[in-house]
């Protein structure tokens, strides 16, 4: 599991400690600090937190990332944490969790006139970045939910949106909702962190829960919804949904 904030980390922590009635234990690297967390479900489950202190920017944290996988040489990436809803009137509460069957970002804009110089009568142009997430791990969040129940929170599948920047206005998340009118969720900061992830050619998936709706301070329930990402990805876990293939 990559998880990004240190209340992520803790929540992951907390989560799987319940199950495992077990102390993590850390050993520490260069770049970060990698967390055993014991057996769930015949997985062996190793966490990191990709937002370490130095990690000042995209690239670090995208470094950090590929530094955990080359460390754990995993079978399956999740990324897990918080986000924004985007859709507040359309079934979503603070608290529930978003599953990514796509994630596409909004990021490298570039601003050009239609001669291919620079000046007055330029446009905007986004470069995206559109990717899948892992059938197999899709399938088996799906094939789990019925299973979970926390707080009576909801579990809703689709497509998430990263950004580069913090998104703070409604304006960006009209912007959002404009170039992908499907999208459920976003996060801003973790681009860098799923291009190194996506470069692997594992077996991955993003879940995070909704801390808020992308304008404000979500502060006093970025605890509320981390735990329940994470509370999520463990009971798939525990149902066996990530046990490597031979294990099975």
Request: net charge negative; aromatic share 4%; with cysteine.
């Amino acid at each position: 599991m990559l998880a990004a904030t240190s209340i992520e980390r803790d929540a992951a922590i907390d989560a799987v400690g319940a199950r495992t009635e077990r102390t993590p234990k850390g050993t520490v690297h260069t770049e970060l600090t990698m967390y055993a967390l014991g057996k769930i479900g015949g997985s062996d489950l190793l966490l990191a937190q990709v937002d370490e202190a130095g990690a000042s920017s995209e690239a670090d944290m995208g470094e950090i990332a590929s530094t955990a996988v080359r460390y754990s040489r995993p079978d399956y990436v999740i990324l897990v944490g918080t986000c924004h809803g985007l859709r507040p009137g359309g079934g979503q509460r603070v608290g529930d969790v978003l599953v990514s069957e796509r994630v596409a970002s909004l990021h490298h804009r570039q601003q050009a006139d239609r001669s291919g110089g620079t000046g007055s009568g330029t446009q905007v142009l986004s470069r995206e970045v559109d990717v899948r997430a892992s059938a197999l791990l899709v399938d088996r969040c799906r094939t789990a939910q019925d299973g979970w129940s926390r707080y009576r929170a909801g579990i809703h599948f689709g497509l998430m949106v990263c950004s580069d920047s913090p998104v703070d206005s409604a304006i960006d998340l009209d912007e959002f909702r404009t170039c992908h009118p499907t999208v459920m969720g976003g996060e801003a900061g973790g681009l860098g962190v799923l291009d190194a992830v996506v470069r692997t050619a594992l077996d991955w998936i993003m879940v995070r829960a909704i801390a808020g709706w992308g304008s404000g301070k979500p502060d006093a329930s970025l605890d509320i919804a981390a735990r329940n990402a994470v509370d999520f990805v463990t009971h798939v876990i525990a149902v066996g949904g990530l046990q490597r293939r031979q294990d099975r």
